[in-house]
């Protein structure tokens, strides 16, 4: 029986899987895709989030593309800046560096194995009936199977299309304009080294390509690589019960405000982590135990991931389209 079994090896995944084999673990990782850095992701992080650095995250400074000093919201034609320090990531070479991190020091990572059947057996948990854990940790996004094998129910949700492409921008730019851009969400292009992370997102239910096709033809953007994925855009819900726990957005813990979610995925990570070791050592895995882990990051990001919650409902909901109302709370957003 292994001790620790990480499903998922994103960003939250591989935060645990790390911390875990540092901390003298070795966990096993179970990612469906065959390379890291899959996931659809802006990679634009404010640099320091939670009493924290992203700097205290990366073992490679070649996962950090470029750094800004400002992000300009261009809201209906006229143009907000926002003066903080902002961190452009390459997702895959960050994923590939935690990793490489995790298995130097004991983790295996087991890619292209993509977990269907997730059983209960007494006091452990049975992967894909063949694998059997005394903790699981839930890193396996939107979709969780973990999470629907705890009986949680399916939340509210965003959607965003992302891609590649050349552009002359200098610095990270956001477009927000329900009737020129895409109503109740936003567009986005970011520089990297070479080239753009460029985007569209939308808050409702509705299929954001035609918003895309319009965005990129005015903007003059030939996109490479287009990718989609759902982003949780709920309160976070409850993420710890008997032999598992929920990180990422996998625990619907994304900024519902921005749809963005590398800080909390990092934070939870390394939190489920600390309380997994806390759990073996103590030889306790059941729920009673694991309810540290959601107080500890319910200290640290609950009251922000909930004034995200609200300004969403007060600015995608009801004054995206009152130019007036909607520039008093967007400096509050991001």
Not at 8 to 18: M, Q, S, Y
Not at 273 to 287: G, I, M, Q, S, W
Not at 309 to 330: D, P, S
Request: glycine letters at 8%; one cysteine or more; hydrophobic letters at 40%.
């Amino acid at each position: 029986m292994e001790n620790v079994v990480v499903i998922g090896g994103g960003i939250a995944g591989l935060t645990a899987a790390k911390t875990l084999a540092e901390s003298g673990l070795s966990p096993i990782v179970l990612e469906k895709s065959k390379e890291f850095g899959q996931k659809p992701c802006g990679e634009l992080i404010v640099e320091k989030f939670y009493g924290f650095s992203i700097h205290d995250f990366i073992d490679d400074d070649s996962s950090i593309e470029r750094r800004f000093d400002h992000l300009t919201v261009n809201y209906c034609g006229k143009d907000y800046v926002f003066n903080k320090s902002y961190i452009m990531l390459d997702r895959k070479q960050f994923e590939e560096s935690t990793a490489r991190s995790a298995m130097n020091a004991g983790a295996e990572i087991r890619m292209g194995t993509e977990v269907h059947d997730i059983k209960r057996c007494n006091s452990s948990i049975l992967i894909n009936n063949e694998l059997e854990a005394k903790l699981v940790i839930g890193a396996d996004g939107f979709n969780s199977i973990v999470r629907k094998s705890a009986g949680m129910r399916d939340m509210a949700s965003a959607f965003a299309i992302t891609a590649e492409a050349k552009t002359d921008f200098s610095h990270p730019f956001l477009f927000i304009d329900p009737e020129a851009i895409i109503p109740c969400g936003y567009a986005w292009i970011f520089p990297k080294k070479e080239g753009s992370n460029v985007g569209i997102g939308c808050f409702r239910g509705i299929n954001v390509t035609p918003y895309w096709k319009r965005f990129s033809e005015r903007m003059g953007i030939e996109a490479l690589h287009l990718k989609g994925a759902p982003i949780p855009i709920s309160l976070p819900s409850r993420t710890y019960f008997d032999n598992i726990m929920l990180v990422g957005d996998a625990a619907r813990l994304a900024n519902s405000s921005t749809g963005g979610g590398i800080a909390s995925a990092l934070i939870s990570g390394l939190l489920s982590a600390k309380v997994a070791k806390d759990a073996l050592e103590n030889n306790r895995t059941d729920e009673n135990f694991l309810r540290k882990y959601e107080e500890e990051w319910k200290k640290l990001i609950y009251k922000y991931l909930f004034r995200c919650y609200l300004k969403k409902k007060l600015f995608w909901e009801f004054f995206v389209n009152h130019k007036l109302l909607g520039r008093k709370i967007l400096r509050s957003l991001f």
